[in-house]
């Protein structure tokens, strides 16, 4: 199995950056945002590593993906799939 990506600041040795992207660890979704004033956040005084999740409005630290086929096991586990 495949798992996500814990630290998305990681970077192979050699060879091109991988391609990751965030995704709601509560309902899967990758419709997330930095959070902005609009949000409620102050920059340089909340916790600017938190996005929000717009369909289920989680404010959280995503989880990072490498590529699609991790991101789709995510998924199944999230929403019960077998």
Known sequence: ????VRNHHA???HGP???????CPRCGS????IP?????VVPET???AEWVCDPCGLRTTP??????EAYGEFL???HGAT
């Open 17 to 23: 950056p991988v391609a990751e992207f965030p995704a």
């Open 76 to 78: 199944a586990a999230v």
């Open 63 to 68: 989880v990072w993906f490498e590529d699609e």
């Open 30 to 33: 990758r419709d997330l945002h």
């Open 1 to 4: 199995m495949t798992r996500p």
């Open 36 to 40: 902005t004033l609009a949000d409620g």
């Open 46 to 48: 909340d916790n600017l």
């Open 11 to 13: 970077r192979p040795a």
